[in-house]
């Protein structure tokens, strides 16, 4: 072939029309039936992440709202008289139900410290507790529930201020409550001044309210 044919194919090649008539209707009307498809796949999928069903929706609820253990954590609410949700809630805000251990010391899914889990233990009996044993998602939550459980009954059964001193400490919060007159006068949106614990209140209460909408089945809800 000469230069002069090839410059000719590539002229031909470059400027070829799209397909006409018949064939050109086929291939628009393909198209548009891959474009419809696609937009109805892409919305049951969108759909079902919001609705958190279905397999896709179900990957979401994992990585966004997890749970584990809701087999201990159905155990120790109902030994602990508790909501199983906040339960679940608790161990959301405070490790991710991930193991691990705090720069203060605090261990384990429910972050657990060492001072608390002895004063536990001596409340509960359990002498022969250790440190260690917090690392165990049984203990842990056993006693991260008792911990709850006992702020319950000290504030009145006042969930938002048992979930502020959960985070705070009693004697933090107590003060609070002393310089507002009292827990009839304590407003938690107001007068918590520490933004971190006011932020723990507000985000425990909403994840309860999910973990209830979203796992009631397997928290026995």
């Known amino acids: 072939m000469t230069a002069q044919t090839r410059s000719r194919s590539r002229t031909s ?10 064939a050109g209707a086929q291939t628009r009307r393909r198209r548009r039936i891959a474009a419809v498809v696609a937009a109805a796949i892409l919305g049951a999928g969108v759909a079902a992440v919001v609705a958190g069903v279905g397999p896709l929706g179900d990957a979401v609820r994992e990585i966004t709202l997890p749970l584990r253990h809701e087999d201990i954590i159905r155990q120790q609410a109902a030994d602990k008289d508790l909501d199983p949700a906040l339960i679940a809630a608790v161990i959301y805000e405070e490790s991710r139900f991930r193991d691990q251990t705090s720069h203060a010391g605090a261990r384990g899914l429910m972050q657990v410290t060492p001072a608390t889990a002895d004063f536990i233990a001596q409340r509960s009996g359990g002498t022969a507790f250790t440190s ?48 507002v007159g009292g827990t009839d006068d304590f ?16 985000n425990v209460e909403e994840r309860q309210k999910e973990y209830r909408k979203n796992y009631a089945d397997e928290l026995g809800l």
């Open 187 to 202: 407003d938690a949106s107001e007068d918590i001044p520490f933004p971190e614990t006011h932020a723990y209140v507000e």
């Open 132 to 179: 260690e044993d917090l690392a165990t998602p049984q203990v842990n939550i056993s006693y991260g529930a008792y911990y709850l459980r006992y702020l319950l009954d000290r504030y009145g059964d006042d969930q938002t201020l048992a979930i502020a001193a959960y985070n705070a400490g009693e004697g933090q919060l107590d003060r609070w409550v002393e310089e």
């Open 13 to 22: 090649a470059t400027t070829r029309k799209p397909p006409a008539g018949r």
